[in-house]
Nanobody
Framework: QVQLLESGGGLVQAGGSLRLSCAAS????????MGWYRQAPGKEREWVAV???????SYTDSVKGRFSISLDYPKNTVYLQMNSLKPEDTAVYYC??????????????WGQGTQVTVSS
């Protein structure tokens, strides 16, 4: 069983910065990738960023140039550095882990979500 513990959310003024952290614990056989999703009130969940293990990062267009994802593989911890925050970034942010089970079959784990609120 894998658990993802998120932290770093909070209230920030527009133009400010936050850094989200997500630490994975439990039985993790292999980390294929870690990433971040977000969901604003009344909207669908949206993919934000992903970082494959040993691979290059990818971002949704709305956060390119402002957000940066990084992975500390030995610690199984993913970070999301968010700069130049905008009110439209307000959402619950969810951490995602792409791993494998004992049969080497891929599966996803999710964090509980952390609230990010950007005031104008």
């Amino acid at each position: 069983q894998v658990q993802l513990l998120e932290s770093g959310g909070g209230l920030v003024q527009a133009g400010g910065s936050l850094r989200l952290s997500c630490a994975a614990s439990g039985t993790i056989l292999r980390v294929n990738a870690m990433g971040w999703y977000r969901q604003a009130p009344g909207k669908e969940r949206e993919w934000v960023a992903v970082i494959p293990s040993g691979g290059s990062t990818s971002y949704t267009d709305s956060v390119k140039g402002r957000f940066s994802i990084s992975l500390d593989y030995p610690k199984n911890t993913v970070y999301l550095q968010m700069n130049s925050l905008k009110p439209e970034d307000t959402a619950v942010y969810y951490c995602n882990l792409k791993s494998v089970d004992y049969g080497m079959r891929p599966y996803d784990s999710w964090g509980q979500g952390t609230q990010v609120t950007v005031s104008s």
